[in-house]
């Protein structure tokens, strides 16, 4: 009796049931199926209809169990559960806004994969389940055709509310299946020449639509790159997933492994930790005195390194809270570090033409002393001095002509001054009453850029606050800011620790080096002056004559600059006897000798020379602005000049550029998904990659003179024998590049001048054609000259 009743329900069979006799084993297996796939329907119509009636439900999209709970899942990131949807969906608009992950952990480095996060198990459950009921409806359908034709008696059991009801089942799963179980479904439903006739049909339409859309696509713009940067809307980088959380601990354990001693600047992570730290958990107590040089010019990190860490010691020495503002008042964040969320602005450009390079987006004091002004700690001021109401600061700015109260621009100064341009600034201004009386007090930097210390009468009141601070007349001995305070060593690597994203960031390097073998490191840095070039476009008027990028293409362009200007004997900081046979090199030797592969065999040799063992494996780890020579670092060619094979040199990639600008983004490979080379933070997160990284090495060799290494020194103590330039005082940027980017962008370029930036783009750019070089869509335009090579 249940059977037959059980017959008779079934609705939900794409085929016509029939009336038959066969052996009661064969029946009594059918009921079974028939009555599973029974109960498996009626759960699918609960699982669809029932959130329309109070029924709870699971999404094994979103991993929600219900309306109202929510689980680590919700934010879709790249590597979570929105990897999967995109395997079974295909990727979308929606879900590239979304995921900010794939920006921020951007592939830094040569020879290391990223690992595809595979779809769990729960995600493809249901489908499971569904290839299993087809296959049984398929075998079912199979059973009834055979009996069919073997009996000749069919009986079909039609109802209309059992079509609407399975009608409406199979268009929820053909959403909810993936697109090769449609597929086949399709093909499955070609048996009857009504649905097929429906297919062509659709398929026809389909077509149309497509062909329409294509004949209304506008014609390609000669700006669409520009067109592009306007759509994308800039991603935040201030949401940490799970596992970027376990990569910043993997991180944080292989930092501490390579701390030797332990026991290493105990002092200054003594000082942070109990000194500074009290005084930003209690604001109110300690209140805040905030040094803002936001409107000075901004230089190279080369330059700024120092500067960033005498203005926060001139700050902690009055006893307060001390920040450090540099960000443009007009920026609505970067998105970079916590509590700097990006808020209105809404394209790469806005990020580039609002906002400039802050050092502390990427790093934070030990013991999370955050001396970093942004709008979240404005917030927390506001609530915990104000108590909600309004914040209000009293403003003191020192300029040229002397120290006063108010932020009125100098040149519109009239009032008197508190203090003369050569008196110790900062004591003058603790002694006012104002400051005194002020809960928060911010000091407006506008003087003249510089080395505050060189014998600057305009700048001297800031270079005697350095020095009363540190106690710098008496060896910095019972200073205002702590036994080890002073611009670099300890005091600099613990005031510049590495933010969350940054150590991200970088941990694919320090993984590899670590899978490697490596114990002593050589790094080297080439600063060819390809990212100031760079805030340019590409001269697409001369076409190109080194095809390609290579070790004697450089040597040739270097050669015939040093043909220019005389050469200081180049230096190599080799201390080993049986390794300095070479060096230093007569100047016979050296007249002859081409620059990059004298460069390259310094190296060589002092690879061998820095280790301890000669089982110790060899290590160089170098860092560049050029896209060309990056690549050719890593050639055949190269590495037989340094002797070394393929795994025994890492560097890093990425979106070139510096910290100066903000549209010098270059990406190394013009078919990447995840380089964006109109986002300035790419380039300022790549500098920073590369400076951190060069302080993790046993000694620093430049190619010509660049200040970059020098803030890698300041911010780590591990550079056991420091930074040495090959050619000391020769500085390709000063004496070529940036005179010619001047030029070049004038009205009327000269031939010469024409085929030297060809040249130069040629021999540090990236390869293959121009047209197709993924820069900067802010790069800056040239007036193409009458002059054009055919």
């Given amino acids: 009796f249940f059977c037959h009743e059980e017959l008779s329900k079934m609705v939900l069979l794409p085929a016509p049931i029939v009336k038959t006799t066969r052996p009661t084993r064969e029946t009594l297996r059918l009921c079974i199926r028939r009555s599973f796939l029974f109960c498996f329907s009626f759960s699918i119509v609960l699982l669809v209809f029932g959130a329309q009636f109070g029924v709870e439900y699971f999404d094994v999209m979103t991993m929600r169990s219900s309306p109202t709970t929510t689980s680590e899942y919700d934010t879709p ?26 920006a921020k952990r951007e592939d830094i480095m040569n020879e290391v994969e990223e690992v595809e996060y595979e779809r769990p198990n729960d995600v493809s459950t249901e489908t499971d389940f569904q290839e299993e009921q087809e296959e049984q409806e398929q075998e079912e359908e199979d059973i009834m055709e055979a009996k069919k034709d073997r009996d000749g008696e069919a009986e079909e059991v039609t109802g209309k509310g059992a079509e609407e009801v399975e009608g409406k089942l199979e268009e929820e799963r053909e959403e909810e299946a993936p697109a090769d179980d449609v597929k086949e479904r399709d093909q499955e439903q070609e048996q009857s020449p009504r649905e097929e006739e429906e297919v062509e049909r659709q398929t026809a339409t389909s077509d149309e639509r497509r062909d329409e859309e294509m004949k209304e696509e ?33 991180f944080d354990d292989m930092m501490r ?18 000194t500074l730290k009290p005084r930003y958990e209690n604001l109110k107590a300690n209140r805040i005195v905030i040094i803002d040089w936001s409107e000075s010019y901004q230089n190279g990190i080369g330059d700024e390194m120092q500067h960033y860490q005498e203005l926060f ?32 602005s809404t394209t790469y450009e806005d990020l580039a033409k609002k906002c400039q390079f802050d050092l502390g987006d990427y790093f934070i004091g030990y013991g999370d002393v955050d001396w970093k002004w942004d709008k979240g700690k404005r917030k927390r001021a506001t609530k915990e001095l104000f108590d909600g109401g309004d914040f209000e600061e009293t403003v003191f700015t020192w300029s040229q002509k002397g120290a006063y109260v108010g932020d009125a621009q100098p040149e519109n ?5 508190y203090a003369e341009s050569d008196e110790n600034s900062i004591v003058k201004t603790m002694e006012h009453p104002e400051f005194r009386a002020a809960r928060v007090a911010r000091i407006r930097i506008k003087t003249n850029f510089g080395h505050w210390c060189h014998p600057k009468p305009s700048d001297w009141g ?49 993984e590899e080096m670590s899978r490697r073998g490596w114990k002593h490191i050589v790094g080297a840095h080439i600063r060819t002056g390809f990212a100031d070039m760079s805030q340019v476009e590409p001269p697409m008027n001369v076409p190109r004559v080194v095809k390609e990028a290579s070790l004697t293409s450089i040597n040739e362009l270097l050669t015939m600059e040093r043909t220019k200007r005389k050469y200081p004997t180049p230096k190599c ?12 090199r007569s100047d016979e030797e050296d007249a002859g000798a081409a620059p990059m592969t004298l460069f390259l065999k310094c190296l060589a040799d002092l690879m061998r020379d820095v280790r301890l063992k000669e089982s110790d494996p060899l290590g160089l780890f170098f860092t560049t602005d050029s896209p060309a020579i990056n690549a050719v670092l890593h050639s055949p060619e190269a590495l037989e000049v340094l002797r070394v094979n393929g795994t025994e040199v890492l560097s890093t990639v990425g979106s070139f550029g510096n910290v100066k600008f903000s549209n010098t983004g270059i990406c190394d490979d013009a078919s990447s998904d995840t380089c964006v080379a109109s986002d300035p933070r790419s380039a300022w997160l790549k500098s920073m990659v590369d400076m951190t990284l060069l302080g993790e090495t046993d ?64 021999n540090f750019g990236p390869s293959g054609e121009r047209e197709n070089v993924k820069g900067s869509a802010l790069a800056r335009r040239t007036i193409v000259a009458r002059y054009s090579k055919s």
């Avoid at 979570?80 to 995921?99: N, T």
């Avoid at 540190?470 to 611009?487: D, H, I, L, Q, R």
């Avoid at 060593?489 to 150590?503: D, I, V």
């Avoid at 190619?703 to 040495?724: N, P, Q």
């Fill in 257 to 274: 492994k390579r701390i030797r001693p332990e026991n290493q600047c105990q002092v200054a992570k003594t000082y942070f930790r109990e």
């Fill in 313 to 344: 010691i001139i700050g902690i020495s009055t006893g307060r809270a001390a920040y450090v503002k540099t960000q443009k008042v007009e920026c609505d964040g970067l998105g970079v570090s916590e509590g700097d969320d990006i808020e209105n």
């Fill in 77 to 102: 990131r790249r590597g979570l559960i929105e990897s999967a949807r995109e395997k079974i969906l295909g990727s979308s608009s929606g879900s590239d806004s979304r995921s900010s992950s794939g």
């Fill in 699 to 762: 000694v620093i060799v430049i190619l010509y003179s660049s200040k970059f290494a020098d803030a890698a020194l300041m911010r780590s103590v591990k550079v056991k024998r420091g930074r040495t330039h090959f050619y000391e005082d020769t500085r390709i940027t000063h004496q070529l590049i940036d005179p010619l980017v001047s030029r070049i962008q004038s009205p009327n370029p000269s031939e010469e001048d024409w085929n030297t930036w060809g040249l130069l783009w040629d």
């Fill in 413 to 417: 100064y009239k009032g008197s001054f």
């Fill in 218 to 250: 506008p014609p390609r713009e000669e700006d669409e790159q520009r067109k592009k940067l306007e759509l994308e809307r800039p991603r935040s980088f201030t949401e940490f997933t799970a596992k970027d959380l376990e990569d910043v601990e993997r």
């Fill in 462 to 510: 800031i270079c005697l606050s350095y020095r009363w601070a540190t106690n710098f007349e008496k060896s910095f001995t019972s200073s205002k800011c702590g036994e080890a305070c002073g611009v670099g060593a300890c005091f600099g690597t613990q005031m510049l620790t590495p933010r969350k994203h940054l150590k991200i960031a970088m941990l694919p390097a320090f």
């Fill in 573 to 584: 900081p080799i201390y080993k006897d049986e390794h300095r046979k070479n060096w230093p």
